[in-house]
T-cell receptor, first 112, second 112 residues
Framework: DVKVTQSSRYLVKRTGEKVFLECVQD?????MFWYRQDPGLGLRLIYF???????EKGDIPEGYSVSREKKERFSLILESASTNQTSMYLC???????????FGEGSRLTVL | GENVEQHPSTLSVQEGDSAVIKCTYS??????FPWYKQELGKRPQLIID?????GEKKDQRIAVTLNKTAKHFSLHITETQPEDSAVYFC???????????FGTGTRLTIIP
């Protein structure tokens, strides 16, 4: 069974803090994605990666960066958290041979 | 980029009746058309998908129909049951190493 694990389910941070969200998948998937989910806005793509050390900007990359040093791990970094980054963050992975995205359980971030 | 519109945003259906959700997209190059279901507090999961060389696909009570000329595809749920209550997202895009753009979601409520 495919497993995508996000390290933190709930985080509370202060404005200006640096935030790391970690995601690990165990299915040897090449592709990994970070989305944020907000009510009424659906899932919006922040960054994605097709391979180790590769990254591509999604639709809303401003204020975020990512790191993919190993195939199974994709990290989302908020260099200086702001209140408008309070959201649910979802990591996902898939193989280029199948379209299906496998999601983690999500990390709910609150920035005070 | 892809512009995706999903309608309706909310839908209430009597148990046993049918539900239809429509997704309109802008990018004529899109060739992959999935639907995801997200139950309350859970991760999104793929329920059905279709490739652009097929006009319709059915899996038990759910089906997806595609009109490439008009650039829209629809999710059909027949004989609805309480467990169908969830938020449904369309996510048209490319297959393989391509990003998907999610719609804003449809909250489906099945009335017992």
């Amino acid at each position: 069974d495919v497993k995508v694990t996000q390290s933190s389910r709930y985080l509370v941070k202060r404005t200006g803090e640096k935030v790391f969200l970690e995601c690990v998948q165990d299915m040897d998937h090449e592709n990994m994605f970070w989305y944020r989910q907000d009510p009424g806005l659906g899932l919006r793509l922040i960054y994605f990666s097709y391979d180790v050390k590769m990254k591509e900007k999604g639709d809303i990359p401003e204020g975020y960066s990512v790191s993919r040093e190993k195939k199974e791990r994709f990290s989302l970094i908020l260099e200086s958290a702001s209140t408008n980054q309070t959201s649910m963050y979802l990591c996902a992975s898939n193989s280029p041979n199948t379209g299906e995205l496998f999601f983690g359980e999500g990390s709910r971030l609150t920035v005070l | 980029g892809e512009n995706v519109e999903q309608h309706p945003s909310t839908l209430s259906v009597q148990e046993g009746d049918s539900a239809v959700i429509k997704c309109t997209y802008s990018d004529s190059a899109s060739n992959y058309f999935p639907w995801y279901k997200q139950e309350l507090g859970k991760r999104p999961q793929l329920i059905i998908d279709i490739r652009s060389n097929v006009g319709e696909k059915k899996d038990q009570r759910i089906a997806v129909t595609l009109n490439k000329t008009a650039k829209h595809f629809s999710l059909h749920i027949t004989e609805t049951q309480p467990e169908d209550s969830a938020v449904y997202f369309c996510a048209p895009g490319g297959f393989g190493n391509e990003k998907l753009t999610f719609g804003t979601g449809t909250r489906l409520t099945i009335i017992p």
